[in-house]
């Protein structure tokens, strides 16, 4: 099945689960090119949660995966961040007998997943990203993104009292 609409892909219709018996499951597929999650704008966001009614609410489980575009931390240029999250958690009802808004049904039955996915997908954020392995990162003399092209200025000349370092580094 898939989720309840394009204009807001986490917010769904899980009422008539709530009104089965414990075991009862059902599985909502996500496919969305670009999708707002709070403050984060997400590409290709992919994947399935399956809710199984529980005496307590719904428990959901899943995998979702999205994009997001961050900037590298070495040469600042932006690109696309991959995130991955797996959902696992225990959705109660009736909402009074929750400790955690984020994770409680409302009376309507519209689940609102936007709040605790978007927590995931920040979490899934890396600290400092890098956009490959192999970058160069910015000239530390003039700036220059050293993955674009090599800087042609002469090497900035050591301080004397730091010689003794330079000869660690280049053992390395």
Not at 10 to 16: D, E, I, K, Q, T
């Amino acid at each position: 099945m898939n989720s309840s609409s394009n204009r807001h892909p986490l917010r769904l219709n899980v009422g008539f689960l709530l009104h089965q018996g414990v075991g009862s499951n059902r599985s909502f597929d996500f496919d969305h090119p670009s999708v707002r999650i709070g403050e984060l704008e997400v590409a290709d966001l992919r994947g399935s949660i399956r809710f199984s009614r529980t005496s307590q609410g719904l428990y959901a489980q899943g995998d979702l995966q999205a994009a997001t575009t961050v900037d590298c931390v070495r040469c600042l240029e932006a690109f696309s961040q991959r995130l991955e999250i797996r959902l696992d958690d225990l959705f109660v009802f009736p909402p009074g007998q929750a400790s955690d808004p984020l994770l409680t049904i409302p009376e309507t039955g519209i689940l609102d997943l936007n709040p605790l996915v978007r927590e995931y997908l920040v979490l899934d954020v890396p600290l400092r990203p890098v956009c490959r392995s192999a970058c160069k990162g910015l000239c530390p003399e003039c700036g220059n993104n050293l993955n674009l092209e090599p800087c042609s200025h002469p090497a900035a000349e050591v301080d004397p009292r730091l010689s003794g370092l330079k000869s660690l580094i280049s053992q390395s």
